[in-house]
T-cell receptor, first 113, second 113 residues
Framework: GEDVEQSLFLSVREGDSSVINCTYT??????LYWYKQEPGAGLQLLTY?????DMKQDQRLTVLLNKKDKHLSLRIADTQTGDSAIYFC?????????????FGRGTSLIVHP | GAGVSQSPSNKVTEKGKDVELRCDPI?????LYWYRQSLGQGLEFLIY????????KSGLPSDRFSAERTGGSVSTLTIQRTQQEDSAVYLC???????????FGQGTRLTVV
């Protein structure tokens, strides 16, 4: 199976909260990330969490990490149409000072009025 | 520069031709990564550099793919005798050694006809 798994699609109504889920297999993961990719653009780092944390909040974004279940989630409060994009979960481990992200396939978030 | 720069942004080539894709990382970033994003797929890791050396070449799909980095800065990904299955967006990222945040360029969209 894949190292990082995500559901492919999520559709929400504008103003609602979105929750994007991710599972990973590598228990030695050091950091876990959420990236956003808008159409025709590269990847934008949204937020990341160190593996010894269980929650991180940044404005409308809340990241929850359940290390026991190897489950990561991204909650977007008050979702806007501008949040429509593909969201990638990624994990890294320390490889001699470098952190090589391994990505999931991405979740397409569709926000409708 | 201010961000990771990739060129060209788009490349159309005939099957069997060689192509070179260029990545200019953020100034001072010693780690550099290449990924491939095929339609409907996640990000496939190709290779990473620490300085000018590539400790991990395991992701290169075939011996038609090669990459080099000179002066600890610019990197070139070369694909020889291109095939239609090479059509994808090629993304480059860079980071500081020992730092978890990798920053991505806008990508090069390669189309092999």
């Amino acid at each position: 199976g894949e190292d990082v798994e995500q559901s492919l699609f999520l559709s929400v109504r504008e103003g609602d909260s979105s929750v994007i889920n991710c599972t990973y297999t590598d228990s030695s993961s050091t950091y876990l990330y959420w990236y956003k990719q808008e159409p025709g653009a590269g990847l934008q780092l949204l937020t990341y969490i160190f593996s010894n944390m269980d929650m991180k909040q940044d404005q409308r974004l809340t990241v929850l990490l359940n290390k026991k279940d190897k489950h990561l989630s991204l909650r977007i409060a008050d979702t806007q149409t501008g949040d429509s994009a593909i969201y990638f979960c990624a994990e890294t481990y320390d490889e001699g000072g470098s952190y090589i992200p391994t990505f999931g396939r991405g979740t397409s978030l569709i926000v409708h009025p | 520069g201010a961000g990771v720069s990739q060129s060209p942004s788009n490349k159309v080539t005939e099957k069997g031709k060689d192509v070179e894709l260029r990545c200019d990382p953020i100034s001072g970033h010693t780690a550099l990564y290449w990924y491939r994003q095929s339609l409907g797929q996640g990000l496939e890791f190709l290779i990473y550099f620490q300085g000018n050396s590539a400790p991990d070449k395991s992701g290169l799909p075939s011996d038609r793919f090669s990459a080099e980095r000179t002066g600890g800065s610019v990197s070139t990904l070369t694909i020889q005798r291109t095939q239609q299955e090479d059509s994808a967006v090629y993304l480059c990222a860079s980071s500081l050694i020992g730092k978890a945040e990798a920053f991505f360029g806008q990508g090069t969209r390669l189309t092999v006809v």
